[in-house]
């Protein structure tokens, strides 16, 4: 009687951290004349910032995110002063997010903080006006002019500000969505500030969706973030025990993982797949199956996932990026994370999800 297939009863992840977005994209107003202007307006539209590819929570919860079963929320401006400040902050990047039908019509701005000074003035500055509760009040708005600090400088202080990775896990659903599509974009303005093909500098397009090209002889087009995909793949045997193994470049030498690397120009996700697991380990696939995928915004990735069947067990490792790999069942990986000689990838990356799937159970 033919053996059942490690893969036969695969089924697609249920969950990946980075892929919550319920919102609705509204892309067709993305051109909509004054559109950020008119959000920033409406008192149901909130405001969330994002810079060098982090994102803002208030004050004292940075701390929160090395942490277990805690909760994390990102912090959030009113429209109004948030409207005022971009005035005088052309450096900052508007980015309108989409909307929740359903609450009042509740839009999302997130604004990109990456380019604009954070560095205090070097002036006494003037306590006309300062009180504790200024910050984001009625008052008369700081200026460099007189020697106030702006206020988008001001949330470098007033905020605390955190890598995805210490957020995701420990915010609701809606809101990781809503931080991971900040810092993708973000970090994309952050990158490409010419135009690829002639050099021209960009302007943002589209509610910071886009870029245009400002040389006028080039037609001024219009540019649209890149997104890297890549293959990230759990090898299984004929005893379904798991392929794990570590890369160089990690700094925790108890860190093992699955096989992953970027699809190629010309080249099909499976065929990544076989590619990159025979050139880190020297093992030939056969039956590949698609798991799922996320976002990976590290700076632009897209990480999508399969689970193959092993022809063949002898590993070969390349030596240069992977250097160490074996095969484990699962009561021997239990042992090994006992003893602290395995760990496994943090809550935010699919391979710990790829290796849950496997294992039958939450690391």
């Known amino acids: 009687m033919a053996l059942l297939s490690p893969l036969a009863l695969t089924q697609t992840l249920p969950f990946l951290p980075l892929a919550q977005g ?28 994002v810079r060098d590819g982090l994102v803002a929570v208030p004050r004292g919860q940075g701390v929160l995110a090395a942490r277990e079963s ?12 948030a409207a ?12 309108f997010l989409g909307v ?12 990109d903080l990456t380019r604009v000074p954070m560095g205090a003035p070097s002036v006494v500055p003037d306590a006309h006006g300062i009180g504790a509760d200024d910050a984001f009040g009625n008052a008369a708005q700081p200026n460099s002019a007189n020697g106030r600090v702006p206020l988008f400088a001001r949330t470098a202080e007033r905020f605390d500000w ?11 659903a809606r809101e990781a969505g809503q931080a991971t599509t900040a810092v993708a974009l973000s970090l994309w303005h952050a990158t490409q500030r010419h135009c690829p093909t002639c050099g021209a500098p960009v302007q943002t397009a589209m509610a910071g969706w886009a870029q245009r090209c400002t040389n006028p002889q080039d037609g001024q087009r219009l540019l649209f973030p890149r997104v890297e995909p890549a293959v990230i793949v759990a090898v299984v045997d004929s005893q379904d025990r ?19 690397g970027f699809v190629e120009a010309g080249e099909n996700l499976e065929h990544a797949c076989r590619r990159e697991t025979k050139e880190e380990v020297g093992i030939d696939l056969g039956e590949v199956r698609y798991l799922g995928s996320q976002p990976w915004p590290f700076p632009a990735s897209l990480m999508v996932a399969f689970k193959a069947y092993a022809l063949n067990t002898d590993i070969r490792t390349d030596g240069q990026e992977t250097v160490d790999a074996r095969w484990v069942s699962r009561d021997e990986y239990t042992a090994e994370l006992v003893r602290g ?4 990838p943090n809550r935010t990356a699919i391979a710990r999800y790829m290796i849950e799937e496997w294992y039958g159970r939450a690391l």
């Open 22 to 49: 319920d919102i609705d994209y509204q892309t067709e107003r993305r051109d909509e004349p004054g559109l950020i202007p008119g959000l920033l307006n409406d008192p149901s539209t909130t405001v969330i910032l």
């Open 70 to 81: 805690v909760s994390m929320r990102l912090a959030s401006l009113p429209g109004s002063y």
């Open 84 to 95: 005022e400040a971009l005035a005088g902050a052309p450096e900052a990047v508007a980015m």
């Open 100 to 111: 929740y039908p359903g609450r009042r019509n509740a839009h999302i701005v997130a604004i």
């Open 162 to 172: 955190v890598d995805l990775r210490g957020f995701v896990p420990h915010a609701s």
């Open 242 to 260: 798991l392929l794990l193994q570590h890369n160089r470049a990690w700094n925790d030498p108890t860190l093992y993982s699955v096989s992953a």
């Open 341 to 344: 000689t395995m760990s496994a």
